[in-house]
């Protein structure tokens, strides 16, 4: 059985996406079609159908299982070309580096793990917060990027997508009424219940999470 | 001549294993184990070393069964893309299946290397109770032991020789892990605890690196501060590779100069590694190792580039250089005319993110290939890049082996011309008849790969991210790289058509990584058919649990790793991942 796709890009399309600067210097480098490319290449019997273009980019998404029926979505481009400061791709730049700690601490001072996007010591860009979480009972622990999240309740809602024995009788906004306690670690020490705190600070001061029944 | 594979009993088999012995590499084992059965044989009850580069390529009890009497073995797990956390953290790799079978089929194992595979304390716990001759244990990228597995290790493993944890992530838990290594234990040759965050016992350590007086490499953590360094190293001169802990702390002279004598009293100091967070006023005190430096990796110290110049232009007869991109070109230029024996060069950004930039350019990857004729390896991080400063590098260093640009940005072009830079990575490929390892970035078209795949014959890995036009890049690729093993690719216009129409050159290869490109799961389902002998496996961590069967062929597949393997799909696979 032949699988027949239709995988053209359609030139327009093409410049609007690598159209780093100006019009002009685009020509210099046009891209063929899929067609002229492809088919000189393999001879296929058939020629393809044209049929609905899918875009050359695809949507990074933060991770709500929502989309999973949307197809990929163009990104802007200049989203893709600066990374700084924006919701930085998976995995990207490839560096693998290790934890890295914060200067002129003491032994016992942790900086948080890198959940992949790796940051080191310099300021600047995009950081990864990535804090430890274990749940009392569960053997292997996680690692949440507080970075990715906005309030308590985007955090709340990971969690009970890690943990999912925790998503009975879970209300995101009301502490109070959980049957579970997420409590964290403070730079002092310290545990606390988290919601208690301003999300700003609570992003602070974090260093790991704990879930308790 | 006696039929039936009888003329290899002319002469005993101790006779062809001892001629075998003379045959380091494995292909040439392997192709003496086709010539005929009497050889298969004596060849596999030989074979003392193994390497699986797929720990799901081979069942472990059919590896430990054909070769009984192996005695060091190396095995790696999860695709290299998992260092860049594009792979599930439940993908696989558990290292469980092969300790067993190997407690089972080679009691006298002496060495296991791991690299990015899950293993856990029970693991560590029967290899530590099942083989009495082990020496050498080497996990690297490695996760899921403990603290708790190492102290089992250290505890029962009477003659370990090496305890290398290269970055391997270590749970702990049992803070005492160091005290189990016994008095009588003296037989350390290489202790590499680097990735260890606790602190670690310090006396205890003291006096373990005291009484193993053949200990030659020593990485430290994070956690041993400056002035015990001190003590391990007078504990220590010979040393050959040595790994600091922090080098970081208030600046006292008479520390600096306990810490210089210390050092000058490393004699036989060839690598260097560490340096975590250093501060310039420290870093004179390596001064006196630096002219024997073969290898110095200065990864974790973002200090000035003034200040790591000044250092690397001391270590003249310097082999291997990691180093951040505070170096600056200035600091390339001068490694360039100090470092003329120079043949591995690694620069890292040190904010990968941030917007302020860093005066580390092409220029500087430039002058290090023009002023270092043995440069072999090249790993490149920076932010800009020219189409002539590829021919330049081409030109300067065609003996390349290796060469991973990373241009931060994706898309991003030649920024003189504003053209791709496929003509500069052509080039490349054209000129560097050796090459082994390439990684491309920047804005490329279908035109780059086209080189590669017609000049790139001795390339066994290529990396490409945000790169090419349409199918056909990806078909280049795999209608030519004669030698090509490893593919690993995201975020490209590449499908299925390139993908189907090669499918017979997956089987030559040990793997295909694909994420974020255009394979549809119908293309998967025929790959999967047309090829039993190749593990088709499609990810998506959002389906955890779902039945992949329902989905529609016309689904995009959001991350495809394909491999061969003659042991069958595998029985581990967690809920996001669906072997096809």
Redesign the interface.
């Known amino acids: 059985?032949e699988?027949e796709?239709g995988?053209a890009?359609p030139n327009n399309h093409?410049m609007k996406g690598?159209d780093?600067?100006d019009g002009s210097?685009t020509n210099?480098?046009r891209?063929?079609g899929?067609e002229e490319?492809?088919e000189k290449?393999?001879p296929f019997s058939s020629p393809l159908p044209r049929k609905t273009t899918?875009p050359?980019?695809?949507h990074?998404n933060g991770?709500d299982?929502d989309d999973?029926n949307d197809?990929?979505q163009l990104k802007n481009?200049d989203e893709?070309?600066?990374?700084?400061?924006s919701r930085?791709?998976?995995?990207?730049?490839?560096?693998?580096?290790?934890?890295r700690?914060s200067?002129?601490g003491g032994?016992g001072e942790?900086w948080s793990e890198d959940?992949?996007?790796?940051?080191?010591?310099?300021?600047?860009?995009?950081?990864a917060k990535c804090v430890k979480v274990k749940m009392e009972g569960v053997a292997i622990g996680r690692k949440v990027d507080l970075c990715l999240h906005d309030s308590y309740e985007e955090l709340f809602h990971t969690l009970n997508q890690m943990f999912p024995t925790m998503q009975h009788g879970v209300a995101y906004a009301h502490p109070h009424h959980r049957h579970f306690t997420v409590t964290y670690e403070d730079g002092e020490g310290d545990w606390l219940l988290v919601g208690d705190v301003p999300w700003e600070a609570f992003i602070q001061s974090v260093k790991r999470l704990k879930i308790l029944s | 001549m006696p039929a039936g594979g009888g003329w290899a009993a002319m002469f005993p088999d101790e006779v062809w294993e001892h001629v075998f012995s003379f045959l380091a590499a494995d292909g040439d084992r392997n192709a003496v184990s086709l010539v005929c059965r009497g050889w298969y044989h004596i060849e596999r009850r030989s074979r003392r070393r193994i390497f699986v580069g797929n720990c799901y390529a081979i069942a472990p009890t059919v590896a430990v069964r054909r070769f009984p009497n192996v005695r060091v073995v190396s095995i790696k797990g999860k695709p290299h893309f998992a260092d860049f956390n594009l792979v599930p953290s439940d993908w696989g790799g558990h290292a469980d299946a092969w300790v067993a079978a190997m407690a089972e089929g080679w009691p006298l194992l002496e060495e296991l290397h791991l690299k990015r595979m899950v293993v856990t304390d029970e693991c560590l716990e029967l290899l530590a109770r099942s083989f009495k001759n082990f020496r050498v244990l080497a996990l690297s990228f490695c996760e899921g032991v403990s603290t708790a597995g190492l102290a089992a290790i250290a505890a029962n493993c009477r003659n370990l020789r090496e305890l290398d944890l290269q970055e391997t992530v270590v749970e702990e838990n049992c803070v005492h892990w160091l005290s189990h290594f016994p008095e009588s234990s003296t037989s350390l040759v290489n202790l590499s605890i680097a990735s260890l965050e606790e602190d670690v016992n310090i006396a205890v350590l003291e006096h373990l690196v005291s009484r193993c007086t053949n200990l030659k490499t020593l990485k430290l953590n994070y956690a041993v501060p400056l002035d015990r360094l001190v003590n391990l190293l007078c504990r220590a001169p010979q040393l050959a590779n040595l790994g600091t802990g922090r080098f970081t702390a208030e600046y006292r002279p008479e520390l600096f100069s306990k810490l210089e004598s210390a050092f000058a009293s490393c004699k036989s100091m060839k690598s260097l590694s560490g340096i975590c967070e250093a501060v310039p006023e420290y870093l004179p005190a390596i001064y006196p190792i630096c002219d024997g430096l073969t290898s110095l990796n200065l990864c974790d110290a973002p200090v000035n580039g003034a200040s790591l110049t000044k250092l690397v232009s001391r270590c003249k007869n310097l082999q291997r250089l990691w180093v951040m991109d505070v170096i600056e070109d200035d600091g390339l230029a001068a490694v360039a005319s100090s470092c003329k024996l120079l043949q591995e060069l690694r620069v890292f950004p040190c904010d990968p993110y941030g917007a302020d930039p860093v005066s580390l350019t092409e220029h500087g990857l430039v002058t290090v290939s023009t002023g270092c004729p043995m440069l072999q390896s090249v790993l490149y991080f920076c932010r800009q890049m020219t189409n002539d400063a590829l021919f330049a590098v081409a030109r300067s260093s065609p003996n390349l082996t290796c060469f991973r640009l990373c241009i931060i940005d994706p898309h991003t072009p030649d920024y003189v011309t504003l053209e791709p830079l496929d003509a500069g990575f052509s080039a490349i490929v054209e000129s560097c008849k050796d090459l082994r390892r390439l990684s491309v970035s920047g804005l490329l078209t279908n035109n780059v790969f086209r080189s590669i795949g017609a000049s790139a014959d001795c390339l066994e890995m290529l990396s490409i991210a945000f790169a090419g036009d349409s199918d056909a890049g990806l078909h280049y690729i795999l209608s030519g790289c004669k030698s090509l093993r490893k593919l690993e690719i995201r975020d490209c216009p590449f499908g299925d058509k390139a993908l189907l129409a090669n499918a017979a050159k997956l089987e030559t290869m040990r793997s295909l990584w694909m994420s974020s490109c255009f394979v549809s799961l119908g293309a998967c389902r025929l790959l999967a058919q047309k090829m039993p002998l190749l593990n088709v496996e499609v990810m998506d961590e959002k389906k955890r649990g779902g039945s992949w069967d329902s989905q529609p062929d016309d689904c995009l597949v959001e991350k495809l790793y394909v491999y061969r393997t003659v042991a069958g799909q595998r029985s581990d696979t967690p809920p996001c991942v669906w072997t096809v």
Do not use: D, Q
């Open positions: 059985m699988l796709l995988l890009l093409l690598f780093l600067n210097t210099s480098y891209k063929r899929f490319a492809f290449v393999i899918l050359l980019f695809v990074k991770g299982g999973e197809g990929p481009p893709l070309n600066s990374i700084s400061g930085a791709l998976v995995g990207w730049p490839p560096v693998k580096h290790p934890r700690r200067a002129g032994a942790r959940c992949g996007s790796n940051s080191y010591a310099g300021g600047g860009g995009r950081r």
